[in-house]
Nanobody, 119 residues
Framework: QVQLVESGGGLVQAGDSRRLSCVGSGRTLSNYVMGWFRQAPGKEREFVGS????????SYADSVKGRFTISRDNAKNTVYLEMNSLKREDTAVYYCAARYQISTVYRYWGQGTQVTVSS
């Protein structure tokens, strides 16, 4: 089992930056791909980006490419989502998730953290 806990959400102004954190526990994350997802009110959950833990390889949704950056800290078993140039449409609950590298299904999910961007 992997437990994931997100933090760092809150109310920010458009154009500001915010960093979300996701701490993993229960297992080493070296064999996992860590993903960030978000769900806005009335919309389906969407993929934001991911990082392959042992290689550091990242991928991003087009909507956040160039503005968001995912990184990880091995010593802290933590993955980060650095969000820059935030827009109102980035308002959502942000979730951290983990899947085995050989799987396409994210098996473990955090509880989510709310990010609200005001203009």
């Amino acid at each position: 089992q992997v437990q994931l806990v997100e933090s760092g959400g809150g109310l920010v102004q458009a154009g500001d930056s915010r960093r979300l954190s996701c701490v993993g526990s229960g297992r080493t994350l070296s064999n996992y791909v860590m993903g960030w997802f978000r769900q806005a009110p009335g919309k389906e959950r969407e993929f934001v980006g991911s990082i392959t833990w042992n290689t550091g390889s990242t991928s991003y949704a087009d909507s956040v490419k160039g503005r968001f950056t995912i990184s990880r800290d091995n010593a802290k078993n933590t993955v980060y989502l650095e969000m820059n140039s935030l827009k109102r449409e980035d308002t959502a609950v942000y979730y951290c998730a983990a899947r085995y590298q050989i799987s396409t299904v994210y098996r473990y999910w955090g509880q989510g953290t709310q990010v609200t961007v005001s203009s």
